[in-house]
Antibody, heavy 118, light 107 residues
């Protein structure tokens, strides 16, 4: 059974760093892209970017380029998104999602709630 | 590519039919357009991919059509558990995009 299990909720202060994770199981992790999707409170879904664990090649949506870093460790089947200096506006639910090359997202993680206080 | 959904909110009764539109600012190549159902506190659920193909386990009450720049999701014989936000999503070429969502309320 394919599963994407994300790390738990985080409460941080502005300026702090953060790295959240998404562990895949039930499939060959290195052969599927892992994407990250943001949902701010009361808002819709926003594509942040994705990574191909096979070669760690990451692509970012222009809105998120330079704001976050997406990485993956295929030895542990885990993808990450990290912030070096959080802002209150980073408060959101973050979902990881799996897709095959040139294909739709077929599995999602359960979401990680990040709360940043100023 | 910007995806614009309409309406923003839909309020219908059980048994009725919901129709949600998704318009793209440019042609969606290969009809790489998916629809997701998102309920509060849950992960989004894939309903439709390639514009009109139902995902595994999705009831045939959910159907979709369209090509190019115009796409439609239809949910027939509405039941209370269809209450959710529905998103269209373009994939296949980065950056991927989502529509802004349509909230479906079942009265």
């Amino acid at each position: 059974e394919v599963q994407l299990v994300q790390s738990g909720a985080e409460v941080k202060k502005s300026g702090e760093s953060l790295k959240i994770s998404c562990k895949g199981s039930g499939y060959i992790f290195s052969k599927y892209w892992i994407g990250w999707v943001r949902q701010m409170p009361g808002k819709g879904l926003e594509w942040m970017g994705n990574i191909y664990p096979g070669d760690s090649g990451a692509r970012y949506s222009p809105s998120f380029q330079g704001q976050v870093t997406i990485s993956a460790d295929k030895s542990t089947s885990t993808a990450y998104v990290q912030w070096s200096s959080l802002k209150a506006s980073d408060t959101a639910m973050y979902y990881c999602a799996r897709r095959y090359t040139a294909s739709k997202i077929d599995y999602w993680g359960q979401g990680t709630l990040v709360t940043v206080s100023s | 590519i910007v995806l614009t959904q309409s309406p923003g909110t839909l309020s219908l009764s059980p048994g009725e039919r919901a129709t949600i539109s998704c318009r793209a600012s440019q042609t969606v190549n290969n009809d790489y357009l998916a629809w997701y159902q998102h309920k509060a506190g849950q992960a989004p659920r894939l309903l439709i991919y390639a514009a009109a193909s139902r995902a595994a386990g999705i009831p045939d009450r959910f159907s979709a059509s369209g090509s190019g720049t115009g796409f439609t999701l239809t949910i027939s014989r509405l039941v209370p558990e269809d209450s959710a936000v529905y998103y269209c999503h373009r994939y296949g070429g980065t950056p991927f995009t989502f529509g802004q969502g349509t909230k479906l309320e079942i009265k």
